[in-house]
């Protein structure tokens, strides 16, 4: 008789019940998901068969029956509510496969992933599950712009994160995740103090691929500062061992970061070359959603060099894409160019209007106190008729124009 995934699980991670059953040295079945679950908490082999107990038994080949099956229903378009009361997800087991199989919405529909998430957190499951599900309506909820629900939601994951054997592990995932949101909040000293913790436990965990990405966040905030260099040879020196991970997005999104950096750097033929690179590469991999911040960036050139009617009309279908997918932050990021569009073409009542519609939406999402401010000094110096170069200028400065990495985790 083969031990349950959840035992296996409840074992490795709360130390729960007895030790491992014997048999797991010779059954290859029982084995290979132990080394399964060992690599969702991203750990290198060896410490994670050490903090297990485990021999290290080769994985088999074959299909994962649950995560098939919960990506078969998520294809389908079932509902959050069908999904955590479908016969064959029920029990922890089946929670993991559908989360794990849900976590790619966080780049092409945060909205439902945050439902996702939800719905299996009001199951109340064991810690096990539960740290998971936190992790994932964080990272939703900053995406959909809820950057306070996201810190809550952190707060939570935290709690049950130090009641798990590899909570030093968890906790550092966290910790990136906070620090993604305190740069959305233009807290940049906060941000990269615990992104550095993080890099470091993650580094020590073997959990190589996380900590690339840490980087990446290292990277956006050299970017928010003005150190266009330094943040252009961060992201291109994680390109490659991502690709090599076999994370061919995120490298991608950190080619893109550094073609931005050197648009910023008014290398204009590099940013090219690595737009261009990163479109290819997102199209070959089916990803949409990228390609809506390639075309932010390259309407943003078109926009430097003058080309006011391509630049309009780009940045109008870039906002669109974001809402169409619920990425508050992204669209409204977008309009901010649209207000240095219209403030470049004479076109002052509509950058007055549109000032206002951003002002409170930052406001409302929390998102980068300074900014909320900056533009409302823009909408009451429009008012006033006052020439709008200085308040945009402030708003600039209280917002890196690029759009921030999408690959979280």
């Known amino acids: 008789m083969h031990l349950t995934r959840g035992a296996i699980l409840a074992l490795m991670t709360e130390r729960a019940g007895e030790p491992l059953h014997d048999h797991l040295l010779t059954c290859n079945e029982c084995g290979a998901i132990a080394d399964d679950i060992a690599l969702d908490f991203g750990l290198d082999d060896d410490l994670a068969w050490e903090l297990a107990k485990l021999p290290e038994i080769p994985r088999e080949n074959g299909e994962d029956a649950l995560g ?45 992933l945050r439902d996702i998430a939800e719905a299996v957190i009001a199951l109340a499951p064991p810690d096990s599950v539960a740290v998971v599900a936190l992790r994932e309506h964080a990272n939703a909820l900053r995406r959909t712009g809820d950057l306070p629900g996201a810190l809550a939601s952190i707060e939570k994951g935290r709690v049950v994160a130090s009641r798990l054997v590899v909570s030093d592990h968890e906790l550092a995932i966290f910790d990136y ?11 940049p000293s906060e941000a990269r103090a615990l992104a550095a913790h993080a890099l470091v436990t993650l580094r020590r965990f073997g959990d190589t691929r996380r900590a690339l990405c840490v980087q990446l966040l290292l990277g ?13 040879a961060i992201f291109q020196s994680v390109a490659a061992p991502l690709a090599e991970l076999g994370d061919r997005a995120a ?8 073609g931005d950096c050197s648009r910023q750097l008014h290398d204009l033929d590099a940013a090219r070359s690595d737009f261009l690179e990163a479109r290819a590469g997102y199209l070959e991999l089916g990803l949409e959603t990228p390609l809506l911040a390639i075309d932010w960036v390259l309407a943003r050139i078109a926009l430097e060099e003058g080309r006011y ?7 109008y279908a870039v906002a669109r894409g974001h809402d169409a997918r619920g990425m508050k932050l992204d669209a409204a990021l977008t ?10 073409t004479d076109r002052q009542d509509d950058a007055v209007a549109l000032a206002r519609e951003l ?8 998102a980068r106190g300074r900014l909320a401010d900056a533009l409302t000094i823009l909408r009451d110096a429009a008012e006033r008729g006052s020439p709008l170069d200085e308040p945009l200028r402030e708003a600039r400065e209280a917002l890196a124009t690029a759009p921030a990495s999408i690959f979280q985790f």
């Open 251 to 258: 490298s991608l999104g950190a080619i893109l970061n550094a």
């Open 220 to 232: 956006g905030l050299e970017y928010d500062a003005g150190s266009f260099e330094s943040a252009r």
């Open 359 to 366: 002002a409170s939406v930052f406001a409302a999402a929390g």
């Open 68 to 112: 098939a099956h919960a990506l078969d229903l998520l294809t389908r378009g079932t509902a959050a509510a069908e999904l955590v009361r479908d016969p064959r997800l029920e029990g922890d087991d089946g929670m993991l496969a559908l989360l794990r199989a849900a976590h790619p919405l966080l780049n092409v529909d945060p909205p439902r």
């Open 335 to 344: 309009r901010l160019d649209l207000v240095d569009l219209f403030r470049l």
């Open 177 to 187: 995740i906070e620090a993604t949101v305190l740069g959305d909040q233009s807290r």
């Open 309 to 315: 009617d391509e630049a309009e009309r780009a940045l």
